[in-house]
Nanobody
Framework: QVQLVESGGGLVQAGGSLRLSCTASVRTFTDYAMAWYRQAPGKERELKEREFVAAISWSSRNTHYANSVKGRFTITRDNAKNTVYLQMNGLKPEDTAVYYC?????????????????????????WGQGTQVTVSS
């Protein structure tokens, strides 16, 4: 069982920055590839409505970003702290959403753009409770 706890959300003006953190309670963090998704206001609270943001392999060698955030957001991880981060710069009002952390066990080291091509179903992955990010114009 993996428990994920996100933090770092808040209210920020357009153009500002935030850093989200997600800490995993798991024995072997390096068994897992990690990702961030987001769910915009007004979307049904279903997994399929979550939009992929960024993903990272256990070694950090493989990362993948949604086109909408490329060049503005950076995903990193600190395996010694069981934590993955999302540095968000140049925030826009359309980035407003609840941001979720996801973990998928990836012992075969599949590329993360394939592993996270869809929001992982509960039988394959784990999710945090989410953290709200609001960007004002």
């Amino acid at each position: 069982q993996v428990q994920l706890v996100e933090s770092g959300g808040g209210l920020v003006q357009a153009g500002g920055s935030l850093r989200l953190s997600c800490t995993a309670s798991v024995r072997t963090f390096t068994d897992y590839a990690m990702a961030w998704y987001r769910q915009a206001p007004g979307k049904e609270r279903e997994l399929k409505e979550r939009e992929f943001v960024a993903a990272i392999s256990w070694s950090s060698r493989n990362t993948h970003y949604a086109n909408s955030v490329k060049g503005r957001f950076t995903i990193t991880r600190d395996n010694a702290k069981n934590t993955v981060y999302l540095q968000m710069n140049g925030l826009k009002p359309e980035d407003t959403a609840v941001y979720y952390c996801a973990a998928v066990r990836n012992l075969d080291n599949d590329p993360v753009h394939i592993l996270f091509r869809l929001p992982p179903a509960p039988e394959y992955g784990y999710w945090g409770q989410g953290t709200q990010v609001t960007v004002s114009s």
